[in-house]
């Protein structure tokens, strides 16, 4: 069946710092991959997505690559704010899962001033 | 553009006692889900309906949970009785997606939470 494995949080690191939070993947076929962010009290958002291979999805300064070969779809950010803390969440969607999601464990990231 | 609407946002009840979310899913979209999240399991799908029609619910914890979609712009989530380890944040999502369409995202509604005392 379809997994998806995002690294244990919480994340804690300065304004202005590298952010990297690794997702990779099993699933059949081609899986859709996205990124959710979730802020204190509120639902998930969509962050990003990508649709096949080799795709890059980006928005407000976060990009994530779907690299079929590694089975990952790591996010990234250059420099983070304050205004970043939340929970991030990796997911995949199928062909055969009737356009439910599997999400990852969801990653904490605290980004101090 | 308004967007996936949950009522109420806070509940909180004594056990044994009826409980009822409610979604209004984002116009047009044809595809509603209902998710649970607490700190021990995460996100957890309860089920999922495409054209209103209930196409998955074995997420759905036991007897005592429902869930009803009468027309494309409201669904119920319904527990009877309550227990306290129901006390979780509820989520209601929809989409444009279904079927073997897996590029469409799940628009979100900002959660009940639940409290069962």
């Known amino acids: 069946g379809n997994s998806v494995t995002q690294m244990e949080g919480p994340v804690t690191l300065s304004e202005e710092a590298f952010l990297t939070i690794n997702c990779t993947y099993t699933?059949?076929?081609?899986?859709?991959l996205f990124w959710y962010v979730q802020y204190p009290g509120e639902g998930l958002q969509l962050l990003l997505k990508?649709?096949?291979?080799?795709d890059k999805g980006s928005n407000k300064g976060f990009e994530a690559t779907y690299r079929k070969e590694t089975t990952s779809f790591h996010l990234e950010k250059g420099s983070v704010q304050v205004s970043d803390s939340a929970v991030y969440f990796c997911?995949?969607?199928?062909?055969?899962?009737?356009?439910?999601?599997?999400f990852g464990a969801g990653t904490q990231v605290v980004v101090t001033p | 553009d308004a967007g996936v609407i949950q009522s109420p946002r806070h509940e909180v009840t004594e056990m044994g006692q009826e409980v009822t979310l409610r979604c209004k899913p984002i116009?047009?979209?044809?595809?509603l889900f209902w998710y649970r999240q607490t700190m021990m399991r995460g996100l957890e799908l309860l089920i999922y309906?495409?054209?209103?029609?209930?196409?998955?619910d074995s997420g759905m914890p036991e007897d005592r949970f429902s869930a009803k979609m009468p027309n494309a712009s409201f669904s119920t989530l319904k527990i009877q009785p309550s227990e306290p380890r129901d006390s979780a944040v509820y989520f209601c999502?929809?989409?444009?997606?279904?079927?073997?369409?897996?590029?469409?995202?799940?628009?979100f509604g900002n959660g009940t939470r639940l409290t069962v005392t």
């Open positions: 699933a059949t076929g081609y899986p859709s």
């Open positions: 116009s047009g979209h044809n595809s």
């Open positions: 997911a995949l969607s199928s062909t055969d899962s009737w356009g439910k999601l599997q």
């Open positions: 999502a929809s989409s444009l997606g279904g079927g073997r369409d897996k590029d469409s995202p799940l628009h």
């Open positions: 990508a649709t096949k291979a080799d």
């Open positions: 309906f495409n054209n209103n029609v209930p196409i998955d």
